[in-house]
């Protein structure tokens, strides 16, 4: 069983950064796929980025590049989301996911408002 608690939510004006942090706990074992995922109101939930313990990255598209997911160097198991540039289309709720023994995990959210 894993446990995924994020933080670093909060309100941003437009072009403003936040840094959200995910602490997984419950296994010494590394994961191996960590990442986020976000669901704005009225939308599904959608890719944001994930990253293998190998340091191999993937993000989604409509990013264009603002926004960076790293694993912390000393303790593999939590990951972070750095959100640059930030638009208030970026408003949602932010999820921290990992798949670990064949199992997706989720955390509870943090919620991201974009506004002037």
């Known amino acids: 069983q894993v446990q995924l608690v994020e933080s670093g939510g909060g309100l941003v004006q437009p072009g403003g950064s936040l840094r959200l942090s995910c602490a997984a706990s419950?296994?010494?074992?590394?994961?191996?796929?960590m990442g986020w995922y976000r669901q704005a109101p009225g939308k599904e939930r959608e890719l944001v980025a994930t990253i293998r313990s190998g340091g191999q990255t993937n993000y989604a598209d409509s990013l264009e590049g603002r926004f960076t997911i790293s694993r912390d160097k000393s303790n593999q198991n939590t990951v972070y989301l750095q959100m640059n540039s930030l638009k208030p289309e970026d408003t949602a709720v932010y999820y921290c996911?990992?798949?670990?023994?064949?199992?997706?995990?989720w955390g509870k959210g943090t919620l991201v408002t974009v506004s002037s």
């Open positions: 419950g296994t010494f074992s590394r994961i191996n796929v």
């Open positions: 996911w990992c798949y670990f023994y064949a199992m997706d995990y």
